[in-house]
């Protein structure tokens, strides 16, 4: 009886977890282009999905590219994982210039906390 308590009280915290999240994209010259992806994916995943034409991820999300750079918004930032070492690194390469908030969208997987996600387009990834 304990354990049948146990699975529903998980399977409703389950049912109230959204299976998707909002991403908002900006483009440097403002125009925003609000998605909806699936949790789990990566921003670099749901942009390329949506055709986004200024996240290019030419090495598919395997961080040998740099071009899938974005700008998080600064209130976003501080949700996120620190980079890893190799994504610091491959974030030298990037095209436009790396700024404080630059990250690689392929390693930005997304969970219920990043619902409503904000970053910006750079000029170029090339
Ligand atoms: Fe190539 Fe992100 S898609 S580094």
């Known amino acids: 009886m304990a354990s049948a308590r146990v699975l529903q009280s998980f399977l409703s915290a389950v049912a109230d977890e959204p299976a998707t999240v909002a991403v908002h994209l ?46 998080v918004d600064a209130d976003w930032l501080a949700r996120l994982p620190p980079p890893s070492d190799d994504e610091d690194a491959m974030l030298e390469m990037t095209a436009a210039p790396r700024l404080a908030t ?25």
């Open 26 to 71: 900006v483009e440097p010259g403002g125009t925003r282009h609000a998605l909806v992806a699936p949790i789990g994916t990566s921003v670099m995943r749901a942009a390329v999905a949506a055709g986004i034409d200024g996240i290019k991820a030419d090495c598919g999300g395997v961080m040998t590219c740099a071009t899938c750079h974005v700008y």
């Open 102 to 126: 630059s990250r690689l969208s392929c390693q930005l997987q997304l969970t219920p906390a990043l619902d409503g996600l904000v970053a910006t387009l750079p000029e170029t990834q090339y």
